[in-house]
């Protein structure tokens, strides 16, 4: 066995809860260090991590490390992005990849610049009914294509919820569901399109401005609602919907193509089943699982967080990858900024 990769992590939220796992049941990497302001040094030391810092520039300086995770707020990707890469470390960082279309280009430049390997956090790729349905376009199972039909539904911001305030809620430090949940469905649009759309239309609403945690009322000013339309040229079209106010959760992704139609649909991103429905016949197909499902009871997106890592082990490696790229993740950009999403 090759030896593992070192890496840190940056945020103490999702970081913690999401990526913390993934990288411990991975054995091709060995978290040697958690970067916080507040509660690195507590997680730590409850997680047997050997090093604990307030940043990522503290952390890249101050200990032996190849990789880095950025799992830190969206205000400070760049930041914590451009000392990563300064160090010439290589890597994964969480989306929204950056505040505005500016910022992400920037940060594809320094990785340029750094030569290392860089990749986003787009685990839903690895989604099995996902992987499922790309393999149906690159094997022309469905052709030609003519529609994406991609629709998250959520609850948690009607007007009961119960999100307490802080960043999520503050457009300027790249809070809402456009940046969150939009940002993931742009790129498995661009992804089974194999291209980026030609060009955007789109609004983000705001259905519940004023809001209440245990500290009384708040105001937000940021999208609980986020619509898309975009156009690939070559008569395919996609439609991208996420509505967080709604007393329902489900997702659906549907690939209408001229000879047969597949539909991923379930409860939530990572439940779902795959459908294919033509003229004669509708059924369901059943898809290999994750080779690492049995994680999911520790949180949902593991399972996928660590196929996401293996590829990004083997890119270090050298070897041939299918990570969603830095390049790839300005395309996503751009296409939130035309919808209405940035500083």
């Known amino acids: 066995m090759a030896e593992r990769i070192r890496i840190g992590i940056v945020g103490a939220g999702f970081g913690s ?3 913390l796992p993934a990288l ?3 054995e091709r990497f060995e978290v040697v260090a958690l970067a916080s302001p507040s509660s690195a040094a507590k997680i730590a030391k409850e997680r047997g991590i050997a090093h604990a810092f307030t940043s990522c520039a503290e952390m890249v300086r101050g200990c032996d490390l190849d990789a880095v995770t950025v799992a830190s707020p969206p205000f400070a990707h760049r930041e914590d992005v451009t000392a990563a890469l300064d160090a010439h470390k290589h890597v994964l960082c969480e989306k929204p990849f950056a505040l505005d279309v500016e910022q992400a280009e920037a940060m594809l430049d320094a990785s340029r610049r750094a030569g290392t390997v860089c ?3 787009h685990e839903f790729r690895w989604v099995p009914a996902r992987q499922a ?3 149906m376009i690159v094997n022309e199972h469905l052709k030609p294509l003519r529609q994406f039909e991609i629709t998250q539904l959520a609850d948690f911001l009607r007007l009961q919820g ?14 809402g569901v456009a940046g969150a949940l939009l940002s993931h469905i742009i790129d498995a649009s661009n992804w089974l399109a194999a291209r980026p759309p030609k060009s955007v239309a789109g609004f983000l609403r705001t259905a519940n401005a004023v809001r209440n945690d245990a500290q009384g009322a708040f105001t937000s000013d940021v999208d609980d609602g986020a619509f898309a339309l975009l156009d690939y040229g070559e008569g395919l079209v996609a439609r991208l919907t996420v509505d967080a106010t709604t007393a329902q959760s489900a997702f659906t992704l549907a690939v209408h193509a001229e000879n047969r139609t597949a539909v991923e649909s379930g409860g939530s991103l990572t439940e779902t089943t795959l459908y294919s429905v033509d003229n004669d016949e509708s059924a369901e197909l059943q898809c290999k699982p994750s080779p690492y499902a049995k994680f999911a009871s520790v949180q949902p997106n593991v399972p996928y967080l660590m196929e996401l890592y293996d590829h990004f082990a083997d890119a270090i490696e050298g070897r041939p990858n299918a990570l969603p790229t830095f390049a790839e993740a300005v395309e996503t950009q ?7 999403f940035g500083r």
């Open 24 to 26: 411990l049941g991975n």
């Open 162 to 175: 119960t999100r307490g305030r802080g960043w999520w809620f503050e457009r300027r430090r790249g809070g």
């Open 119 to 121: 990749a986003l956090s």
């Open 334 to 340: 751009k296409v939130l900024a035309a919808v209405g």
């Open 133 to 135: 349905i790309k393999e």
């Open 17 to 19: 809860r999401a990526h």
